[in-house]
């Protein structure tokens, strides 16, 4: 028996955050991957920042969502960070490397100050 799934998406431009809330399992990745098929679907969508600070649970089913989500926006450059995971669900990034630690951050800001920096890099000509 699963919870309900809530789904935001805001932003506009090339970044869209997805906070993700309850339970991401067997019965509600379908959900999410209808939610995020015209982000992912975007040219001008290049990051993606899952929001998992409220997500509860995320089974196989949810894990196949966030490779699909790294896979269609890497395969143009773009990329897929986890921000705020609550301890249950950075365990299970860390055992299956789903997400390699270096894209998980514990807030918001801490994402925002990882991607600021990487941006900074970029323009500078140091991330060639």
């Not at 990034?93 to 997400?99: G, M």
Request: charged share 25%; aromatic share 6%; glycine share 6%.
């Amino acid at each position: 028996m699963s919870d309900d799934l809530r789904i935001s998406i805001e932003g506009s431009g090339p970044k869209r955050t997805c906070a993700l809330a309850g339970h991401l399992d067997t019965h509600t990745y379908q959900m999410a991957d209808s939610a995020l098929e015209p982000v992912l679907a975007d040219p001008s969508v290049s990051l993606l920042v899952l929001d998992l600070s409220e997500l509860d649970y995320i089974s196989s089913a949810g894990l196949r969502t966030v490779f699909r989500a790294r896979k269609t926006l890497g395969a143009r450059g773009g990329k897929v960070v986890v921000a705020n995971p609550q301890p249950q669900i950075r365990k299970v990034f860390d055992l299956v490397k789903a997400v390699p630690f270096s894209e998980i951050f514990s807030s918001m800001e801490e994402a925002d100050a990882y991607l600021d920096a990487m941006q900074k890099r970029v323009l500078s000509g140091e991330d060639d």
